[in-house]
C-alpha cells in the first residue's frame, strides 16, 4: 500500500546541511596558532572536539588543558562568533533545495545549538533564501528529539507534523529517532554504514534530496511503503 503524505521536508543542519566538521579543523588550526599549542594540542582539540559535542563542556576541558585564563563562557563565545564565519554550504545542496521548493516542498532546518551560532550559519550560509523556517533549540527551549522542536519547525514552514512528512539528519539518535517519533519517514545520512530504524539510508544530502524529487514524481508516485 502506498499512502501519500504532504511535501514537507526538515533537514537538520550541522554535518548535514553543511560541513561542521571541515569548520572546526580550520577553527582548531586558528586557535592553536593563536594560542602556541603546537601540533600536540591540535590532535587534543580535534580528538576531544569529536567526542565532546557539548562545546560548554569542551571548552571547559579546553581551559583546563591549556590553562586558559579566559572564562568558559568567553572562549564558547569566540567560538559561536566564528563559526558561521567557517561553514559553508555546496552550490549543489543549495540548488538542489530550489528544486525541492519548485516541486511544491517546504523545506523547514531543525538544529540543536546556540541561537546565536545556528542562525549566523543559517544566514552567512545563503540557506536562510532557500528554506521556509527553522527551529533552533537555543531559541525555543527543546532539543531534538523532542517532538515539540519538529512541530515548531513544520509550523515555521505553514504545516503541521500531524499531516507527515520527512526527516533528513545524520545523527541516529536526535534526527532519526526524533523524526521517526513525530510520525515523520526519516533519511539518514549514513557515514558509518550501521543498519538503523530508518525509512532510507544515504550517504549524502543530495542522495536525499534526489530521492524526495524521485519518490514524488509522477511516474513513480510516493517511495515510502506502509
Known amino acids: 500500500m502506498i499512502t501519500i503524505v504532504q511535501r514537507l521536508a526538515l533537514l537538520d543542519l550541522d554535518n548535514t546541511l553543511i560541513d561542521l566538521d571541515e569548520a572546526f579543523g580550520v577553527w582548531a588550526r586558528e586557535f592553536t596558532a593563536d594560542?602556541?599549542?603546537?601540533?600536540?594540542?591540535?590532535?587534543?582539540?580535534?580528538?576531544?572536539?569529536?567526542?565532546?559535542?557539548?562545546?560548554?563542556?569542551?571548552?571547559?576541558?579546553?581551559?583546563?588543558?591549556?590553562?586558559?585564563?579566559?572564562?568558559?563562557?568567553?572562549?564558547?563565545?569566540?567560538?559561536?562568533?566564528?563559526?558561521?564565519?567557517?561553514?559553508?554550504?555546496?552550490?549543489?545542496?543549495?540548488?538542489?533545495?530550489?528544486?525541492?521548493?519548485?516541486?511544491?516542498?517546504?523545506?523547514?532546518?531543525?538544529?540543536?545549538?546556540?541561537?546565536?551560532?545556528?542562525?549566523?550559519?543559517?544566514q552567512r550560509t545563503g540557506l536562510a533564501e532557500v528554506v521556509d523556517g527553522w527551529a533552533i533549540s537555543g531559541t525555543e527551549g527543546v532539543r531534538k528529539p523532542d517532538v515539540r522542536l519538529f512541530a515548531i519547525a513544520a509550523s515555521r514552514c505553514g504545516a503541521t507534523i500531524a499531516d507527515g512528512g520527512w526527516m533528513i539528519g545524520d545523527n541516529p539518535a536526535s534526527d532519526i529517532i526524533g523524526g521517526n517519533q513525530a510520525g515523520l519517514y526519516t533519511i539518514l545520512i549514513n557515514r558509518d554504514g550501521a543498519t538503523h530504524d530508518v525509512t532510507h539510508s544515504v550517504t549524502d544530502v543530495l542522495q536525499a534530496i534526489e530521492l524526495l524529487l524521485l519518490c514524488y514524481h509522477p511516474s513513480y508516485g510516493m517511495c515510502a511503503p506502509q
Open 35 to 122: 594560542h602556541g599549542l603546537g601540533s600536540e594540542g591540535f590532535a587534543w582539540l580535534i580528538a576531544v572536539g569529536r567526542k565532546v559535542p557539548h562545546r560548554a563542556t569542551f571548552f571547559a576541558m579546553v581551559r583546563e588543558r591549556f590553562g586558559m585564563v579566559e572564562p568558559v563562557d568567553t572562549l564558547w563565545a569566540r567560538y559561536r562568533q566564528r563559526m558561521p564565519d567557517l561553514v559553508s554550504c555546496r552550490p549543489e545542496v543549495l540548488d538542489g533545495l530550489t528544486v525541492l521548493r519548485r516541486a511544491g516542498w517546504r523545506l523547514g532546518i531543525v538544529t540543536n545549538g546556540m541561537a546565536d551560532n545556528q542562525l549566523g550559519k543559517i
